[in-house]
């Protein structure tokens, strides 16, 4: 079974501070993993994908493997970073498995 | 490209009353998903299609809701008769199936109310 965990519902960081979200996955094969993010009232919106280890608004995600993770990192949070972020796992396009997402909130 | 398009972006109607929300994937794309999202139970999977065809429908709470994709570049999530615990945002996506490491991309929402 496809599977993702984002253990923190809710997390709050002060603004400057570093901010990691978590997520882990349990899958069989090689797995495709993203980042979206949401702000209020808004869409999903794609923010990272792990095959592009590209940094997006100051945000990357690293694949372990062998922890079976795919966190989610920013050195120095901002008042706009507040907003839903959801990890999913993607099966070649055909499915997708979202996380139950977390709520990040940057304090001033 | 203009993205996937989800029409009416709300809609308000009175208990009893039929709702049909629309959806335009992108151009291309093979597969289509429906989601709803609340606050109590966050994003929910209704159903998704592949090549026009429903794949998995699990996600659809009841027989009120039904949903179609008469062609590639069109589909409808009917709610019929609605109740106020449908109120929800509804969500269209739309991916390139098949394809390694192809994201999904999600219209703007419906966001419904049931009174």
């Known amino acids: 079974a496809q599977r993702v965990t984002q253990p923190e519902k809710l997390l709050s960081v002060f603004k400057g501070a570093p901010v990691e979200l978590k997520c882990n996955y349990s899958?069989?094969?090689?797995?495709?993993l993203f980042w979206y993010v949401q702000y209020s009232r808004q869409r999903l919106q794609l923010l990272l994908r792990h095959i592009s280890r590209e940094s997006i608004k100051g945000f990357t995600a690293d694949l372990n493997k062998g922890e079976t993770s795919f966190h989610l990192k920013k050195p120095f949070a901002q008042e706009e970073d507040s907003a839903m972020y959801y990890c999913a796992l993607s099966d070649y396009g055909n499915q997708f498995y979202f996380g139950t997402g977390t709520s990040l909130t940057v304090i001033p | 490209d203009a993205g996937v398009i989800q029409s009416p972006r709300h809609e308000v109607t009175e208990m009893g009353q039929e709702v049909t929300l629309r959806c335009k994937p992108i151009s291309g794309h093979n597969s289509l998903f429906w989601y709803r999202q609340t606050m109590m139970r966050g994003l929910e999977l209704l159903i998704y299609?592949?090549?026009?065809?429903?794949?998995?429908d699990s996600g659809m709470p009841e027989d009120r809701f039904s949903a179609k994709m008469p062609n590639a570049s069109f589909s409808t999530l009917k709610i019929q008769p609605s109740e106020p615990r449908d109120s929800a945002v509804y969500f269209c996506a739309s991916s390139l199936g098949g394809t390694y490491n192809s994201p999904l991309h999600f219209g703007n929402g419906t966001r419904l109310t049931v009174t």
């Open positions: 299609f592949n090549n026009n065809v429903p794949i998995d």
């Open positions: 899958y069989s094969g090689s797995p495709e």
